[in-house]
């Protein structure tokens, strides 16, 4: 597991980097590494901006795929629920967002919680490949 503090644009950079090479050591394709590398940067780059710190986790689960835990101590978010639908157009029009996240990765919770904080935990599959093979061979037999 790898933890990286997120405080500055430089630590954006250096989570995508790191999350691209342990996509890369744990077989993701080039499409799965870049999904979850644009991730890492969403996440963090909202940790810089709105919480101004934070922590990112990575972790390889072993057959399964590759967590990412992106936690701060920040302001919280409210009405998270619009902001992860695309009708709100983000502040900035940059980026992908937290909508695209969701979009993204395979698995994607989000608590967060007023003057407390923020966790998003998402998942990139290994699998994503083979569940297409097993619903193209329910599909034949
Ligand atoms: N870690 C966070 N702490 C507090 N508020 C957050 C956090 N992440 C997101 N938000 C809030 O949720 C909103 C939506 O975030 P999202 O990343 O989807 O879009 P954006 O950051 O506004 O624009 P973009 O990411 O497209 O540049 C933000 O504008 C901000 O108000
Ligand atoms: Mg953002």
């Not at 395979?106 to 699998?127: C, H, M, P």
């Amino acid at each position: 597991m790898y933890r990286i503090v997120i405080e500055r644009e430089d630590d954006v950079y250096m989570a995508s980097t790191l999350g691209k090479r342990v996509a890369e050591e744990y077989g993701l394709n080039k499409s799965q590494q870049t999904k979850l590398v644009v991730s890492i940067m969403e996440l963090t780059r909202n940790i810089v901006f709105y919480a101004n710190k934070g922590e990112l986790f990575i972790t390889p689960i072993p057959s399964y795929g590759i967590e990412i835990i992106a936690l701060d101590q920040g302001p919280g978010i409210a009405n998270i629920e619009e902001k992860l639908t695309n009708t709100v157009r983000s502040k900035t029009g940059l980026g992908l967002g937290l909508s695209g996240v969701k979009r993204l990765m395979d698995e994607f919770e989000i608590t967060s919680i007023i003057d407390q904080g923020t966790k998003v935990r998402a998942v990139k599959w290994l699998n994503e490949r083979q569940d297409k093979y097993f619903d193209y061979r329910t599909y034949r037999s």
